[in-house]
């Protein structure tokens, strides 16, 4: 008979003794005719994830082209060969999972610190670290399939690591090792990717996340006292510092605590600007426009206190303009990873079309806020007594079709990263669809919250950031989708 590839679903005893199954369950009635006890079935994910890539596909042609020589042999001299079937390989799931998670998040993403991740999953790490990569692979593997038995493997990989970490923890010598780092980084991921930790764990008051991501920012910050200013510690900082300025933006309501708690607990200690300029005064910006909305009475900002932060406004939203309209790929996508130029506070690698699309987009996110906070900066003049200050900053540099085409040009490259516009496509439709919904989180999210966008563009924005969710395994994107119609603070 020949092999098609398909793998067998009749139970192990049936397998071994190649024998017909009749797939009954939850026992197979061969066995129990024959008085055997049956040892069950192999599980769904087994066989749904068996290895299919060239390697695989050669050693099977050779296997073949050997059993091939030795029955042309035998057939010359005489002899009857005994039939065989060769075992089969069996790959555990977190192998499977690590190598779908690197599909998904870390080849070719464009997101620095994805990109260094696979340099400490290795045979030497440590237990802590070995089993917080296991712990989020699996849980995001679990989530596209759907799999609770795969999950649940996950939470015991999370139970396991949390267990190596207070070890490592306790140990000043462990503790500087970059694996824990890496591994209190990992389960502020996993945290992000199971639902059900959003809801739950916010224990910070200044950051309001999660413990683990305070944890790795304390654990970053011991490592800068100490005098550490490594390629990882620079990475992470990078991370933590797109988390903490981009939620900023996504905040409608609250204040912009989080970003500032960050600010002055790192900035004593890099020597490098944790924000680059034009981003640095766009948050500065936000700060000073939200203090004048809050103003009333005898209180009430001046008449050129706002004409002066309209005009820093516009000014800021110019250059942001032009930091989106700059960004440019790498002219050789092959350099090695710490060669590349990075781009939006480091975050970002762009050595391909789609991150170049993902960074422009992140630029021009910030600048539509930029737009909304002058348009009410605007408004806020135009109730009080002087109306042709407010009609010539209306027209000039913040009209509703400045918003609008800001939001098509997001729009747009949100369809092109994400697969949605065949005609401007900017990647793979499942080749790191993941690491393309995180890079493009933001934007989705501010757009999916802000009022201007009109409740059509939202409507879009929330189905397609659920649809998209669902499909990568991303559970902060499903969660941000169910939360669309409220106001939303990210729980890193």
Same mark, same amino acid.
């Given at each position: 008979?020949?092999?098609?590839?398909?793998?067998?679903?009749?139970?192990?005893?049936?397998?071994?003794?190649?024998?017909?199954?009749?797939?009954?369950?939850?026992?197979?009635?061969?066995?129990?005719?024959?008085?055997?006890?049956?040892?069950?079935?192999?599980?769904?994910?087994?066989?749904?994830?068996?290895?299919?890539?060239?390697?695989?596909?050669?050693?099977?042609?050779?296997?073949?082209?050997?059993?091939?020589?030795?029955?042309?042999?035998?057939?010359?001299?005489?002899?009857?060969?005994?039939?065989?079937?060769?075992?089969?390989?069996?790959?555990?799931?977190?192998?499977?999972?690590?190598?779908?998670?690197?599909?998904?998040?870390?080849?070719?993403?464009?997101?620095?610190?994805?990109?260094?991740?696979?340099?400490?999953?290795?045979?030497?790490?440590?237990?802590?670290?070995?089993?917080?990569?296991?712990?989020?692979?699996?849980?995001?593997?679990?989530?596209?399939?759907?799999?609770?038995?795969?999950?649940?493997?996950?939470?015991?990989?999370?139970?396991?690591?949390?267990?190596?970490?207070?070890?490592?923890?306790?140990?000043?010598?462990?503790?500087?090792?970059?694996?824990?780092?890496?591994?209190?980084?990992?389960?502020?991921?996993?945290?992000?990717?199971?639902?059900?930790?959003?809801?739950?764990?916010?224990?910070?008051?200044?950051?309001?996340?999660?413990?683990?991501?305070?944890?790795?920012?304390?654990?970053?910050?011991?490592?800068?006292?100490?005098?550490?200013?490594?390629?990882?510690?620079?990475?992470?900082?990078?991370?933590?510092?797109?988390?903490?300025?981009?939620?900023?933006?996504?905040?409608?309501?609250?204040?912009?605590?989080?970003?500032?708690?960050?600010?002055?607990?790192?900035?004593?200690?890099?020597?490098?600007?944790?924000?680059?300029?034009?981003?640095?005064?766009?948050?500065?910006?936000?700060?000073?426009?939200?203090?004048?909305?809050?103003?009333?009475?005898?209180?009430?900002?001046?008449?050129?206190?706002?004409?002066?932060?309209?005009?820093?406004?516009?000014?800021?939203?110019?250059?942001?303009?032009?930091?989106?309209?700059?960004?440019?790929?790498?002219?050789?996508?092959?350099?090695?990873?710490?060669?590349?130029?990075?781009?939006?506070?480091?975050?970002?690698?762009?050595?391909?079309?789609?991150?170049?699309?993902?960074?422009? $987009?992140?630029?021009?996110?910030? #600048?539509?806020?930029?737009? *909304?906070?002058? =348009?009410?900066?605007?408004?806020?003049? @135009?109730? /009080?007594?002087?109306?042709?200050?407010?009609?010539?900053?209306?027209?000039?540099?913040?009209?509703?079709?400045?918003?609008?085409?800001?939001?098509?040009?997001?729009?747009?490259?949100?369809?092109?990263?994400?697969?949605?516009?065949?005609?401007?496509?900017?990647?793979?439709?499942?080749?790191?669809?993941?690491?393309?919904?995180?890079?493009?989180?933001?934007?989705?999210?501010?757009?999916?919250?802000?009022? $201007?966008?009109?409740?059509?563009? #939202?409507?879009?924005?929330? *189905?397609?950031? =659920?649809?998209?969710?669902?499909?990568? @395994?991303? /559970?902060?994107?499903?969660?941000?989708?169910?939360?669309?119609?409220?106001?939303?603070?990210?729980?890193?």
């Amino acid at each position: 008979m020949v092999n098609t590839g398909k793998r067998s679903g009749c139970c192990f005893a049936c397998r071994r003794r190649r024998v017909r199954c009749d797939l009954e369950k939850p026992c197979c009635r061969r066995c129990m005719d024959s008085g055997r006890v049956c040892p069950g079935y192999p599980e769904a994910w087994d066989l749904m994830l068996r290895m299919q890539n060239n390697q695989v596909e050669k050693k099977v042609q050779a296997r073949v082209e050997k059993v091939l020589k030795t029955r042309r042999r035998e057939r010359f001299t005489g002899r009857t060969p005994i039939a065989s079937i060769p075992q089969g390989v069996h790959i555990p799931v977190e192998v499977l999972s690590w190598n779908q998670f690197c599909s998904d998040y870390a080849m070719d993403s464009g997101i620095t610190f994805f990109n260094i991740l696979p340099r400490y999953y290795t045979d030497s790490a440590p237990t802590c670290c070995r089993e917080a990569v296991h712990a989020v692979t699996l849980a995001s593997l679990a989530r596209k399939l759907r799999e609770s038995e795969l999950m649940a493997r996950a939470r015991q990989h999370y139970s396991k690591a949390i267990a190596a970490l207070n070890i490592a923890l306790n140990d000043p010598v462990l503790t500087a090792e970059d694996s824990v780092l890496v591994t209190l980084l990992l389960f502020s991921l996993f945290e992000t990717i199971v639902p059900d930790y959003l809801e739950n764990m916010l224990l910070d008051s200044d950051f309001r996340c999660h413990i683990h991501f305070r944890g790795a920012m304390m654990l970053l910050l011991w490592r800068f006292e100490n005098g550490s200013h490594s390629v990882l510690d620079r990475r992470i900082l990078a991370f933590f510092s797109h988390i903490c300025f981009m939620s900023t933006f996504v905040d409608y309501e609250l204040s912009d605590a989080k970003w500032f708690s960050f600010e002055e607990l790192m900035a004593p200690w890099t020597s490098d600007p944790l924000l680059e300029p034009v981003l640095s005064r766009a948050i500065h910006f936000k700060r000073r426009a939200q203090i004048q909305f809050t103003t009333t009475g005898s209180r009430s900002p001046r008449l050129e206190v706002l004409l002066q932060l309209i005009r820093d406004g516009s000014t800021i939203s110019e250059e942001l303009e032009a930091a989106a309209i700059s960004v440019r790929r790498s002219s050789d996508p092959n350099m090695s990873s710490h060669q590349q130029l990075t781009t939006f506070n480091g975050m970002f690698e762009v050595s391909t079309k789609t991150t170049e699309a993902i960074v422009r $987009s992140l630029y021009r996110t910030v #600048r539509y806020r930029v737009v *909304e906070l002058v =348009r009410g900066l605007v408004a806020r003049i @135009g109730d /009080g007594e002087d109306y042709s200050a407010s009609c010539e900053f209306d027209s000039q540099v913040c009209s509703s079709e400045e918003l609008a085409m800001i939001l098509e040009q997001i729009h747009g490259d949100i369809c092109a990263v994400l697969g949605l516009d065949p005609e401007h496509h900017a990647g793979d439709d499942n080749q790191g669809l993941a690491h393309r919904v995180f890079g493009m989180f933001f934007p989705i999210t501010v757009l999916m919250f802000s009022s $201007s966008a009109g409740e059509e563009k #939202r409507v879009w924005f929330q *189905e397609k950031l =659920r649809c998209m969710g669902e499909k990568t @395994g991303l /559970g902060l994107a499903t969660w941000a989708a169910q939360k669309w119609n409220s106001h939303l603070c990210i729980p890193c």
